[in-house]
């Protein structure tokens, strides 16, 4: 009895294997570890990656700015969208309202169209596909005319159309200008501006 007392004790007492267990466990916990790094880096490029999209958005649609304001001048000094913009694959011009809104033919002053892609129905007057991997929607809507500040205009004759004649250089029409982009993953860019163009042509201030 007391030799089989021995051995149980004996047995109890061994330490075999306790390296391997706790190799096994060290592994375990590196293994998850690991995983939760690894979890970790793939969100944070996910995040990054629709960051960059986002920024990519916004700069797309403030580029979009510009040729708007182009648009806007073009047709002014032309009093009509000129052939060689109709003509053109980008941007993709839509001429009613688009020449309406700009020339103020009456019906169309703060016309309520949107290019929102987000809207029920989008209507807009201008687009540019795939601009740096993104397609923008382009508003452009005729808020008023008034007189130029500081020109000899305040009490001078009426305004007519774009206009034009002696009364064209001491008018500045105001427009705003909205511009929407859409891209990859759902990702959606929206820049407005305010500008302030002479009824002849020339160029356009940003006002807001």
């Given at each position: ?9 004996a ?61 806007i ?20 011009i ?18 309520t ?6 809207a ?40 007519e ?48």
């Amino acid at each position: 009895m007391r030799r089989q007392m021995f051995k149980k004790q004996a047995i109890l007492r061994r330490e075999d294997g306790i390296a391997m267990l706790t190799i096994l466990m060290l592994t375990v916990i590196l293994t998850v570890i690991g995983i939760a790094a690894i979890t970790t880096t793939s969100m944070d490029l996910k995040l990054a990656g629709g960051e960059r999209l986002r920024e990519g958005s916004i700069n797309t649609a403030e580029a979009c700015l510009s040729t708007s304001v182009q648009i806007i001048q073009q047709t002014l000094a032309n009093s009509a969208v000129p052939a060689s913009i109709l003509g053109a694959t980008t941007p993709v011009i839509w001429q009613a309202p688009l020449e309406s809104e700009i020339m103020g033919v009456p019906g169309f002053e703060q016309n309520t169209d949107t290019a929102d892609w987000q809207a029920a129905s989008p209507v807009p007057n201008a687009q540019i596909p795939n601009f740096g991997g993104f397609t923008v929607n382009i508003d452009i809507d005729r808020l008023f005319a008034r007189p130029k500040p500081g020109s000899s205009l305040a009490f001078a004759a009426g305004y007519e159309g774009s206009g034009a004649g002696a009364a064209g250089g001491g008018v500045e029409v105001l427009y705003r200008i909205s511009c929407y982009s859409f891209g990859g993953l759902n990702t959606y860019g929206h820049v407005t501006g305010v500008y302030a163009c002479v009824a002849t042509g020339d160029s356009c201030q940003r006002k807001i």
